[in-house]
């Protein structure tokens, strides 16, 4: 950089440091990047560079300071060198340089945070069931059932954006009424563990194959109990794949297939799971400083009604 504090600042030192944040603020690569449209600062993606010859405005170093800003808020992130004031940045106050902003220091400190989300934000639920992709079974079954769903992006940039920012969608089920047989008992345990989180981590690691996303579950196993004879073959298994390319800016694909996969590998008398059986998928994100993240669009492809 060729500026000197108090003297003239060029397009070229502008942009440099628009280059830095916008690798976590704006549209980033990978895992880093928010996608923009923050609350201070929500008519970028990127921060917008400077043309040569332009005069470094105010405004844009206002700009500048708030997605600093705001990253660290949505981080609960404390920046070491910290911030210049809004007040030192008004409209009629001299135009120059400000060193804090040049904090290699700032950077580093937004960039190992850049997956935090600050602990005091409540995710958002989405209201009702994502485009209602729930599945309900309500005939006994024997063997095996499953609920296949897509959960489809605009694109994988945008895909990135929601789990970058910390959003993630839950795969649950649960079984009511029926007998109370054992075997109903046996799936009741399994039912009864946490939800699934589908975060930015299984996200980035899909493939274009089937994979495990959950180990197989069964009453036997994990923090489960076991009943009886059933305690062994009784098994709930979720796997994802990604269903398209995996896009630029290190995206991984806009179109994501999840099977939740119940298999029911005992025949011992009573052999049949009846009741009503669930399976429950709901979105949630964070929605407190980046406000514009878009929620996808979730579609059934196999009902738990299509099981034996």
Not at 25 to 33: A, L, N, R
Not at 125 to 154: C, D, G, K, L, Y
Not at 258 to 266: A, E, K
Request: one cysteine or more; a negative charge; aromatic letters at 12%.
């Amino acid at each position: 950089m060729i500026y000197s504090i108090g003297g003239t600042v060029t397009a070229s030192d502008y942009n440099d440091l628009i280059a830095q944040i916008n690798a976590i603020f704006g549209v980033g690569d990978g895992d880093s990047g928010y996608g923009g449209n923050s609350v201070k600062v929500p008519s970028f993606g990127d921060l917008v560079d400077a043309s040569e010859g332009d005069d470094i405005t105010n405004e844009m170093w206002l700009d500048l300071r708030n997605a600093f800003d705001d990253c660290a808020l949505h981080q609960d992130t404390t920046l070491t060198d910290g911030l210049p004031s809004v007040n030192d940045i008004e409209e009629g106050d001299l135009v120059s340089f400000f060193p804090r902003l040049n904090s290699s220091q700032n950077i580093f400190d937004l960039t190992v945070n850049r997956l935090q989300v600050d602990s005091t934000f409540v995710p958002e639920m989405e209201a009702n069931p994502p485009n209602n992709v729930n599945s309900v079974r309500t005939t006994p079954w024997s063997s095996f059932i499953q609920h296949v769903f897509t959960i489809t992006f605009s694109d994988s940039d945008h895909a990135r954006y929601f789990f970058n920012t910390g959003g993630y969608i839950t795969i649950a089920a649960s079984r009511t009424g029926g007998t109370g047989s054992p075997q109903e008992q046996a799936w009741d345990s399994i039912l009864s563990g946490p939800d699934f989180m589908f975060t930015g981590e299984h996200y980035f690691s899909l493939t274009g194959s089937a994979e495990e996303l959950r180990p197989q579950i069964s009453p036997s196993s994990g923090p489960y109990s076991g009943v009886g004879a059933y305690s062994a073959s009784n098994i709930w298994t979720i796997l994802g794949e990604r269903v398209d390319s995996q896009g630029p800016n290190g995206g991984n694909g806009s179109v994501i297939k999840i099977y939740s996969n119940f298999l029911d590998g005992n025949t011992n008398p009573p052999d049949t799971v009846e009741g009503t059986f669930s399976s429950l998928i709901t979105e949630f994100k964070f929605i407190d400083i980046f406000d514009q993240i878009d929620s996808p669009i979730y579609s059934t492809i196999t009902e738990l009604s299509g099981g034996l």
